[in-house]
């Protein structure tokens, strides 16, 4: 069942990037993170970057943005 999940949110992911690829003109780059996040990546689908604290960075930016 993993597997299988896994696989399917990888085509999902690859099904995306290419409509997005289509509209845009160029292929977006892809960032993952999560739980579940390389086992997506090693799909055969997904080319994309892991970023195990993306959720903290995005909070840091703002957190910097923010008027004091």
């Known amino acids: 069942i993993v597997g299988g999940s896994v696989h399917a949110c990888a085509a999902l992911i690859s ?4 409509e ?3 509209v845009l003109g160029e292929r977006p780059a892809l960032m ?5 996040a390389r086992e997506v990546r090693r799909a055969d689908r997904v080319k994309g970057r892991v970023l195990d604290d ?4 995005g909070l840091a930016v703002l957190q910097r943005q923010r008027p004091r």
């Open 32 to 36: 993952l993170t999560g739980g579940a």
């Open 15 to 18: 099904h995306a990037l290419s």
């Open 54 to 57: 993306l959720v903290l960075r």
């Open 20 to 22: 997005a690829g289509r």
